[in-house]
């Protein structure tokens, strides 16, 4: 279905998310075999199952068993327990972007899960179901000249260090692309304001964060791995972090004085941080 590139089991697993996310795939239902996967996709039993894998530790699968093909997983329900950010911050989202003025602070290594989750949200204001006057993002990124703590390469050798930097930035700014795109064509189609802007951080942010309308907090560690990517014919062993598995923890102002008062901190560190980094995401 690809010509002659070879999907990656990272794009077939987003394949599957978008069509969970659109409702072509139901919870309680049946995933096709991998045998049939496999077909649809052009690729190997092998990386069907690497993105299935992925599926399964974001929590979008149930029933997963070598006996039959798994089943879509019940979604959660939103609580106070924390949660995998590919499971937990998609229904966040959707709550925020019910308000009239949607504002949504964000502090990450790169856009892909916001990316992801932020879908859902942008499909219910197609279909009519969430009708915002207003929507402000600000993310923070690293910025592509820094010295990334992570990802690296697990033995330094020459000349493939800079391929790990250019994979991340590569994924970064296509990332950027869609999300502000997505974003951005509310305003022509819905007449919605909508501001979407970058900054680039000077540093490696160890977490991710996000502040959404000033009432929510959302807060995760990322945690490194030891992992392997494909990268223009090389295999890239590297230390990176994968930030759809951090567990996000999350603080309300309704939830009491102490999460107020680390909703209303948070908020002002981002605002500080924010005015004081003046440097747009270059996005080359």
Known sequence: MNGSRKLSPQEIADILRDRIRTGDLKAGDR???QAELADEFGVERGTVRQALRALQEDGLLSNVSKGSPPRIAEPPAVSGEPQPT???L???LTQAFAAQHVRIDVVCHTAETLMIAIGESVRQIHEGT???ESIDVRILLPSRDIDLAFPRLVEEEQGEEGAVHQRWLAMRNAQIHVLRHNLQALRSTHGIDVHVAFRALPFTPPVKLYVLNGEEVLLGYYVLTERAEEYESQTLEMY???GSQ???FSFETRAGQRDAAFVEESQKWFDALWET???DLTLS
């Open 86 to 88: 590919m499971v937990g």
């Open 240 to 242: 990176d972090a994968l």
């Open 246 to 248: 951090s567990l996000l």
């Open 31 to 33: 995933l096709p075999t």
């Open 90 to 92: 998609a229904p966040r």
């Open 277 to 279: 980094i003046t440097t």
């Open 130 to 132: 969430a009708r915002p």
